[in-house]
């Protein structure tokens, strides 16, 4: 009995469709989950439409534990979180995906067992099995068009958890290691393009000539030009006057 | 031609099966996305296979933008981002999920209009459809297992949107009140720019010409150009070919 202390089990309890409990497999494996336990799956296990859909995730179903009912599958469970679209009467705690996923490392960093419930397709999970979870998960979606499917559902708290794990998030990196030009290098630029748009006449009539250099100067100043940016206009530039002088 | 100013528009590019382009708009849908543009899907529109798989939301399909190539689609856009799985050596600023819809949030505060993009199931994004977006968004999926299809890539992104908005302060960005060139003005741009090194022989030698014209089509559509560059830019290219013809 295989249990990865470190990440959450993923629980499907009582899938309906093969193919379903495929594509969570595929959902958890895009982020990194790959330990999956399977309540009564209504067609019975293995099940072929499951190991078709998973393609490469299916080393996820051949290591699935296979339960005959939820006691049994959150057994050595410390904490158990149920996902639920609809609201329940029920007094737990109500998690969002990426708080619950903040709150499941937590624990998992402090040695407990976590495990997240996914319900059937149909009608998702039962008061009885909601009673059973410490806290209830739920997924804030347009109210009038809740339909989030089962491996749609595993797939967010797979993003969730892989964003709380993950070290390196790209945030908004500013093109790092990007070969940005020089100071010098842009007014390299600038001072090629005046003197051919000079010569060319660009700057006319000529009381507007110095705002019109202004403005080109501070659009050279302003705009972030890598290195090579700066090469392309240099040689656009020269090829514009070759093209000119070839005839 | 509907745009709603305060959400992005999701923009399918080149997408293939009719089924995908459905359960995106269920993906969308599930999260108050309800503005989508479709760019040449492989088996033409409407779509049977795509209407029969939206079902609850196949109002997006009704009043969805159907465009014959990503120029048009982009074409009122002021800020659009690219999805994209695997690395790309383009210089764009790369933003994880939640970072681009934080940014596009103040961007549509500022009045902005925001697109995001997502390549064909099969390939995803072509280089030439990246070098037309501003800025790139990375999924950060298992490396070992990075097989997000496009209804989940749009999922993620309708999520992180929902978070974003769900979240009532919208701060603004100091950008607001620049009059900032559209998309369709830069695209006009570049192909002044394109068409004009074209005569002018720039893309030379020829097994280069490819990749060179990408360069620039990024570098224009990665600066932050003003209407008022924008002009400038286009004269001076107009007085070069005036400065040829001269003599």
């Not at 009912?69 to 990426?98: G, I, Q, W």
Request: hydrophobic share 45%; with cysteine.
């Amino acid at each position: 009995m295989i249990t990865p202390p470190a990440i959450p089990a993923i629980v499907l309890v009582r899938p309906q469709m093969g193919e379903n409990i495929g594509a969570a497999a595929r959902a958890m494996w895009n982020f990194g989950l790959d330990h999956m336990r399977i309540v009564a799956p209504r067609d019975g296990w293995p099940n072929p439409a499951a190991v078709a859909m998973a393609s490469g995730a299916g080393r996820l179903l051949d290591e699935a534990r296979l339960c005959p009912d939820l006691p049994a599958a959150l057994e050595d469970c410390d904490y158990v979180y149920a996902t639920t679209a609809r609201d329940r009467d029920l007094t737990k705690p109500v998690f969002a995906p990426e708080a619950a996923m903040a709150d499941a490392t937590a624990r998992i960093t402090s040695g407990q067992r976590v495990a997240v419930l996914f319900g059937p397709e149909r009608a998702g999970l039962e008061n009885e099995d909601i009673a059973r979870a410490n806290a209830i998960i739920s997924v804030p979606v347009n109210p009038d068009f809740p339909s989030l499917n089962l491996a749609q559902c595993v797939l967010l708290m797979g993003y969730e958890w892989q964003r709380q794990t993950s070290e390196v998030t790209l945030q908004s990196t500013d093109m790092a290691g990007t070969d940005w030009a020089s100071g010098g290098e842009i007014e390299h630029l600038a001072k090629h393009y005046e003197e051919r748009m000079e010569e060319a006449g660009f700057f006319f009539p000529d009381h507007k000539a110095a705002s019109m250099k202004v403005n080109l100067r501070n659009m050279w100043s302003r705009l972030p030009l890598t290195r090579a940016d700066v090469q392309m206009l240099h040689g656009m530039m020269r090829q514009m006057v070759r093209w000119k002088e070839r005839d």
